[in-house]
Structure formats: C-alpha cells, structure tokens
C-alpha cells in the first residue's frame, strides 16, 4: 500500500504561482512514477503531469506545457508540481497518484491516488 498526501492548494490570482506536494509513505519505491491529475467542476479528470524517474523523463499535457514543472525529491518521497502563470482554467481539485506503468496518461494506469488538493484561480 501507498498512500498519498497532497497540500499547497488555495486561492491565487491568475497569472500567479502555486506549489503542490505529494508526500508518499507506506509502500514507497523509487520504481513508483508520479502523476499529477486534476478535475474541474462538471469535467473529468485529466492528466496533468507524470514523472518517470528512471527514465528521467517528464510529460505534461498541452495546456500546461511551459507552465508547469513537475519535480520530485525521492529521500523525501515527496513530488511537486510548480504551476506558474495561473488561469482561471486551472481551477480544479488536483490529484497526485503512483503508477508502476511507464509515463502513463491515464487513470487506469495508476494503482494508488491522494484525496485531492483544491486549487482556485480568481480574475
């Protein structure tokens, strides 16, 4: 078992500056990959970010390429995403999860998820 912790969500401005932290514990392991989803209300939810650390690479949806910046500090089984230049369109509560699959997209390819963190961006 995983289990997952988001915070740093609240209220910013558009065009601000938010930082989430997904802390791990339980069954944690460096083999684990970290996403990072979100829903809006009345929408599904959708991939935002995913880390592969063995691959060292990271995949980000089109609509927060260049915005956001997943990371990740494994002595600290802690994952961040660092979203910049907010919009209004990012108002959602924001998931993190842990998969075993490679740069997965989907939920279905992620076995363990957080409660979820609420994000507002105000005009």
């Known amino acids: 078992q995983v289990q997952l912790v988001e915070s740093g969500g609240g209220l910013v401005q558009a065009g601000g500056s938010r930082r989430l932290s997904c802390a791990a514990s339980?069954?944690?392991?460096?083999?684990?990959?970290m996403g990072w989803f979100r829903q809006a209300p009345g929408k599904e939810r959708e991939f935002v970010a995913v880390i592969n650390w063995s691959a060292g690479r990271k995949d980000y949806t089109d609509s927060v390429e260049g915005r956001f910046t997943i990371s990740g500090d494994n002595a600290k089984n802690t994952v961040y995403l660092e979203m910049n230049s907010l919009k209004t369109e990012d108002t959602a509560v924001y998931y993190c999860a842990a998969t075993l699959s490679d740069a997965a997209v989907t939920q279905a390819a992620y076995d363990y998820w957080g409660q979820g963190t609420q994000v507002t961006v105000s005009s």
């Open positions: 339980g069954r944690t392991s460096s083999t684990f990959n």
